[in-house]
Every structure is written in structure tokens, then in C-alpha cells.
């Protein structure tokens, strides 16, 4: 009896959960009579058929995102680098998601894959970095169009991580490191080129300013020395004007006459204390009208000055 009872019990139970589904937000439901898609049951309360009717597949209809596992891909130039990312599929049609494909996010991933190889060979490694957006938008048209008979819509697609092998960053790193001892020693050669420019710059200026002194040097010197010599011929003019007007005045001849004398005998004097043999005259009788004509000359100026006074 008791047996019989729990029985019964289960038996509308199940009867109960096969004749009543409810489809919750965001989902939706598959419904199958005998074995064929009936149609496709939307968010809320449903009736259906016990035996006959199931609830064959339920779909996730919000935007999904699904990782795409890191594999190793061989860029243009022969590099290998190892892509992830993440492809965004969103269920359109929840019927050919249930019956065009067995798994939809399984097929998504392995054509997200095999466009993403396909794309990456195309590119250089430096490309590969730098069109990013391209490699993203590239791989969502390819698998867009094969994915549109599944009855999904791929929003978008993400390079998560692009990493070249080990082997790779080494020759990279090196080669980066080349290029940075390139740069420095052209910047230290620039460097030392602009120091030897301005050196001999200023070699050059000090070089034009002591030539410069120089020259206003002499050039100074020079028009001392013209000044120099008009003064004294300015003086030397102005000495033998007076002497030619006292020349001139009476007596002025006498007294030049007796001015040379007397010039005459201390040269001859200081030449005979300064020779080391004896200096005599040539003719005495030169001597002696040398004094004759002093003693003349002494008596005329003489008289002169007494007729003057």
C-alpha cells in the first residue's frame, strides 16, 4: 500500500514536471514533439505534453565570451610567437545552435584558431605588434562568416597575450641592445664633433681678436711714431727758422762762426782723450790759420758788440 502510495507519488510528479517548464530571463528553450523541434520556447511559463514533448537544448542567449587557448603561430618573416585571446559570440538562433552544429562554443574557439594562424602568416613579427586592431577585426569577418549558419553572431574578437619564443626575445633583446649602443655612440660621436666645433671656434675668435690687437698695436705704434717724428721735424723746422733769422740779425754770422769753433774744439778734444795713439794735425800751417782766423774772429765780435753798445 505504502509502496503504491510513493509510486503514484512520483509518477505525478514527473507527469507534473513534464507537463509544466518555465524559461527563465536570457534563455531559451528547444522544444522537441517525438523526436522533432516543435519551436523554440521564450522567457516564462509553458505547457507541454508529457511523452511527447522535451525540452531538448537550452541556449544561453546574452553575449558570451570565450577564451581561445594560446598556440604557437609563424609570422611572415619566419618567427614563431605564441596568440591567445577571446572571441564574443551571442546566440541569434537558438534552433541552428541546437542542430547546425554539436558545439557551437567549441567551434568558435577552433575557427578563432585557424583564422588566427591564417592572419598571423600574413604578418611580420613587427606588424603583428603594431596591427593589433587589424589582426582583430580580420578574424572576426572570417569567422562571421562561416559562424552565420550556426546560427551565431561574433561581436568581436581580443589578442589577449602575443609573445615570440625565448629564443626570439633573446635575438631581440640583443639586437635591441645593438641598437642602443648604436644610438649612444652616435650620440657620443656628435657630441665630441660639436666640442671639437665649438674649440676651435673660439681657437678661431681668439685667434682674430689677438691678430685684431695686434694689428691696432702697430697700428697705434705707427701713428705714435708719425707723431713723433712731425713733432720733432716740427721742432727741427722751427729750431733752423730761428737760426736763420738770427742768422740774419747783425752778428748772427759771427756768432755762428764762434758757436762752430767751439764745437769744433771740444769734438777735437774729446777725440784726441778717447784715441789710443797720438792724433796730430796734418799741416801745422792749417793749425795756425784755423787760430788766426779764431783770433779774427774773436776781435770782429768784439767790436761788433762794442758798436752795438
Known amino acids: 500500500m505504502l509502496f503504491g502510495i510513493t509510486l503514484g507519488a512520483v509518477a505525478a510528479v514527473w507527469v507534473v514536471s513534464r507537463t509544466f517548464i518555465v524559461v527563465s530571463e536570457r534563455h531559451a528553450v528547444?522544444?522537441?514533439r517525438l523526436g522533432k523541434p516543435e519551436g523554440v520556447l521564450k522567457p516564462g511559463f509553458h505547457f507541454m505534453l508529457p511523452i511527447f514533448d522535451r525540452a531538448a537544448y537550452t541556449q544561453e542567449m546574452r553575449e558570451q565570451a570565450i577564451d581561445v587557448p594560446p598556440q604557437m603561430c609563424i609570422t611572415k618573416d619566419n618567427i614563431q610567437v605564441e596568440v591567445d585571446g577571446i572571441v564574443y559570440v551571442q546566440v541569434m538562433d537558438p534552433l541552428k545552435a541546437s542542430y547546425e552544429v554539436s558545439d557551437y562554443r567549441q567551434a568558435a574557439i577552433n575557427l578563432a584558431m585557424t583564422t588566427m594562424r591564417s592572419e598571423v602568416g600574413k604578418l611580420t613579427l613587427e606588424e603583428t605588434f603594431a596591427?593589433?586592431?587589424?589582426?582583430?577585426?580580420?578574424?572576426?569577418k572570417e569567422i562571421d562568416k562561416d559562424s552565420a549558419k550556426w546560427g551565431i553572431k561574433v561581436r568581436r574578437y581580443e589578442v589577449k597575450n602575443l609573445a615570440p619564443s625565448a629564443a626570439v626575445v633573446h635575438t631581440l633583446e640583443k639586437q635591441m641592445e645593438a641598437?642602443?649602443?648604436?644610438?649612444?655612440?652616435?650620440?657620443?660621436?656628435?657630441?665630441?664633433?660639436?666640442?671639437?666645433?665649438?674649440?676651435?671656434?673660439?681657437?678661431?675668435?681668439?685667434?682674430?681678436?689677438?691678430?685684431?690687437?695686434?694689428?691696432?698695436?702697430?697700428?697705434?705704434?705707427?701713428?705714435?711714431?708719425?707723431?713723433?717724428?712731425?713733432?720733432?721735424?716740427?721742432?727741427?723746422?722751427?729750431?733752423n727758422q730761428l737760426v736763420a733769422e738770427a742768422i740774419q740779425t747783425p752778428g748772427g754770422e759771427v756768432a755762428v762762426k764762434v758757436q762752430l769753433s767751439e764745437q769744433y774744439i771740444h769734438e777735437l778734444g774729446r777725440v784726441l782723450d778717447g784715441a789710443d795713439v797720438t792724433v796730430v794735425p796734418q799741416g801745422i800751417a792749417q793749425m795756425r790759420g784755423f787760430f788766426e782766423a779764431m783770433a779774427q774772429v774773436t776781435a770782429a765780435t768784439a767790436s761788433t758788440v762794442k758798436e752795438e753798445g
Open 30 to 32: 528547444v522544444k522537441e
Open 131 to 140: 596591427e593589433r586592431d587589424k589582426i582583430n577585426d580580420s578574424i572576426v
Open 179 to 239: 641598437e642602443r649602443q648604436k644610438r649612444a655612440a652616435i650620440t657620443i660621436s656628435g657630441g665630441q664633433k660639436e666640442a671639437k666645433i665649438l674649440v676651435s671656434e673660439g681657437e678661431m675668435t681668439q685667434s682674430i681678436n689677438l691678430s685684431e690687437g695686434e694689428k691696432q698695436k702697430r697700428i697705434n705704434e705707427a701713428n705714435g711714431r708719425a707723431a713723433e717724428i712731425r713733432l720733432i721735424a716740427d721742432a727741427t723746422a722751427n729750431a
